[in-house]
C-alpha cells in the first residue's frame, strides 16, 4: 500500500491562530487526497476531497473558508484551520487515493489538535 | 449516508470468533474495511467490490452481498492483536473513490 505521512503528529495553539497541516505522499504520485476529521470515539468524517492543481471540493456543513486546502503537487496537500476555536480540536486524518488494480485510500498517521 | 455498523462493541476471549456487520441503505460500488488502534491512522484491510466476493486477511476475511447491500467481516481464532475499532467505508455508485465510514466496531480481544 501506499505510504503517507502527515506532520505535525501534534499541535496545541491558542484560540485565534491558524495553524497547517501537511499531508505527504511519500511513495506515488497522488492526483488525489482526502481529509477528515475524527472526534474521540466517533468515525472518520470526510471534510474535503483534494485534487492537485484545481480547488478542493468540500462535503455539506464544511467551510471552505475556515479549513483551506491547497494540493499543489501530487505528493503535498496541506488543511490549514484558520482561527482555530477550542470546537475546532480534533483528529485530523489525511488519506491518499489510489488507483489500479485495488483501488482504495491509504491513511496518514493524524494529527492531533487541540485549540486552547 | 452513512452505513449502520453493528454490534458497537464485541468483547472476545483469544480463539473465540465474531463478525462485523455493515449495511448501506444506497447501492454500494465496494466496500472497504480497516482496522484503527487508539491514537492511530485507520489500517487497510481489504476490498469487496462484488456481489457473493469473499475475501481474507489473516484470519480475518468479508463476505459481500451486492443485492442487499451489507458486508459481514469475520474474525476467525481471534488473536490478542485483532483488538481495535473495525470501521467499513463504502463506495456508492458514482462516488470516484469517496468513502463514506460506518460508526465503527469497537473489539477488544482478552487473553
Redesign the interface.
Known amino acids: 500500500g501506499a505510504v503517507v505521512s502527515q506532520h505535525p503528529s501534534r499541535v496545541i495553539c491558542k484560540s485565534g491562530t491558524s495553524v497547517k497541516i501537511e499531508c505527504r505522499s511519500l511513495d506515488f504520485q497522488a492526483t488525489t487526497m482526502f481529509w477528515y476529521r475524527q472526534f474521540p470515539k466517533q468515525s472518520l468524517m470526510l471534510m474535503a476531497t483534494s485534487n492537485e492543481g484545481s480547488k478542493a471540493t468540500y462535503e455539506q456543513g464544511v467551510e471552505k473558508d475556515k479549513f483551506l486546502i491547497n494540493h499543489a503537487s501530487l505528493t503535498l496537500s496541506t488543511l490549514t484551520v484558520t482561527s482555530a476555536h477550542p470546537e475546532d480540536s480534533s483528529f485530523y486524518i489525511c488519506s491518499v487515493a489510489s488507483f489500479g488494480l485495488q483501488e482504495t485510500q491509504y491513511f496518514g498517521p493524524g494529527t492531533r489538535l487541540l485549540v486552547l | 449516508q452513512?452505513p449502520v455498523q453493528s454490534p458497537q462493541a464485541v468483547i472476545l476471549r483469544e480463539g473465540e470468533d465474531a463478525v462485523i456487520n455493515c449495511s448501506s441503505s444506497k447501492a454500494l460500488y465496494?466496500v472497504?474495511w480497516?482496522r484503527q488502534k487508539h491514537?492511530?491512522?485507520?489500517?487497510?484491510l481489504m476490498?469487496l467490490l462484488k456481489g457473493g466476493e469473499q475475501k481474507g486477511h489473516e484470519k480475518i476475511s468479508a463476505s459481500f452481498n451486492e443485492k442487499k447491500q451489507q458486508s459481514s467481516l469475520y474474525l476467525t481464532a481471534s488473536q490478542l492483536s485483532y483488538s481495535g475499532t473495525y470501521?467499513c467505508?463504502t463506495e456508492g455508485m458514482a462516488a470516484g473513490?469517496?468513502?463514506?465510514?460506518?460508526?465503527?466496531t469497537r473489539v477488544l480481544v482478552k487473553p
Open positions: 452513512q465496494s472497504h480497516y491514537g492511530e491512522a485507520p489500517v487497510f476490498i470501521f467505508g473513490n469517496k468513502l463514506t465510514f460506518g460508526g465503527g
